[in-house]
């Protein structure tokens, strides 16, 4: 490995680490109330985790355009743009989570709306929505210190809090749904709880760790003009390209569940092995964001290309070892998921999606990192953009004849075409 190489597994790997905990932790809460003795609760907590999911993704403009911005100021060795980066962050992520909190009526409405709780869970998701909405400030701020984290070139404290913080989540969930009898409102608490305190331990570790950057905070001069414009014109076009998707996995969840419930159990089978490609790919994307960043801002041309083609040879090692690994066993990881053997039996014709799901996102999970690491956010929304059209278009135009087949094409061209159009407008330096 030379000088690159290392760089990029330093930043990728405790990244990965961190984003393999977030499936864990969904596992751990359903298990905390597939205990309780009624299916009802596990339906509430999968659709209330859900909601909240949305939410928050659609606001991850806040970890992305925060990243890239930081590593583009560092790479200039702007320490006062840095912080001032991290203090527009805070506060605008602040500023949405109130709004979160003071139209939270109308957003709960909207969700039921859009994902039809059965009438039985409806109680119980109400009860865990209206406890679980008070950690937007918590969730939104991390969103912010996690992208700043990464653009300084440090993901090693944000796997620490992501850790730190699921460990507390559990035990406070376990605590209150056992010990004080709270069932979801117990497991909706313990994750407010784990928010705060996961926020509280970020904060510490940034005083700890960056306490002497104190002496370039100007808060007044850090939030207005020049600097605020550009900070929410990277964020708007990667807020419009989240909506899209949104909407492309939402839509994907809804055409699956119209084809019945057998249909639907494959889709969701098999995206999981999409999951699991993205945990790690999504890995090498946060070292793009941070080292494309980094040498973008220092206008060393010669470390950016060669960080790229870095990032595109691990991406490639990685696309076939899981491109082989599903080809070998890609059925067996499905039997491990579940013992229905009509679904396993339905899964298999299906199995060739899986296969090509590495070679068609690899180039795009990359080319977004780097892309968000140079702030070139408008080449993502394009991209984005005329992929979804060309999934929308090309789902309804072989549904009649290919059922789920055509939605899986329809997938698999979303990616490729996403990876085709940012290598074709690929950011020079």
Known sequence: MNHYDRQIFQLALPAIVSNVTVPLLGLVDVAIVGHIGNAVYISAIAIGSMIFNVIYWV??????????????ARGRR???????VLCRSLSVGLLVALLILLL??????????????????????DTYYRIAVWGAPAMLSLYGLSGWYIGMQNTRIPMFVSIFQNVVNIVASLLLVFGAGMDVAGVALGTVIAQYVGLAVGLLLLSVHYGKLRKHLAVRGQLRGRSMWEFFRVNRDIFVRTLCLV??????????????????????????????FSYVMDGFGF???ALAGKYWGAGDAQAY?????????????????????????????????????????????????????????MAAFVWDGVYIGVTE????????????????????LLKTKMANHALWLAFIVFLSVRGLIQTLRRPRL
């Open 59 to 72: 606001f991850g403009f806040l970890r992305m355009g925060t990243s890239g911005l930081t590593a583009q």
């Open 78 to 84: 702007d320490l006062r743009e840095a912080v001032g």
């Open 104 to 125: 939270q009526h109308p957003l709960r409405l909207l969700a039921y709306f859009l994902i039809q709780p059965p009438a039985e869970a409806l109680p119980l998701v």
């Open 247 to 276: 909407a492309v996995n939402l839509f994907f969840l809804s055409a699956g569940a119209s084809q019945g419930a057998l249909v639907l159990a494959v889709n969701t089978l098999l995206m999981q092995l999409f999951m699991l």
């Open 287 to 289: 070292a793009g964001e």
């Open 305 to 361: 290309r060669t960080t790229v083609a870095r990032l595109f040879r691990w991406g490639a090692v990685v696309m076939l070892l899981f491109t082989l690994g599903y080809a070998l066993g890609g059925t067996s990881f499905i039997g491990l998921l579940t013992s229905d053997g009509e679904v396993l039996a339905a899964s298999r014709p299906y199995m060739i999606w899986a296969m090509l799901i590495p070679v068609a996102g």
């Open 377 to 396: 956010t408008r080449g993502m929304l394009l991209a984005m953009l005329l992929a979804a059209v060309l999934f929308f278009g090309l789902y309804f």
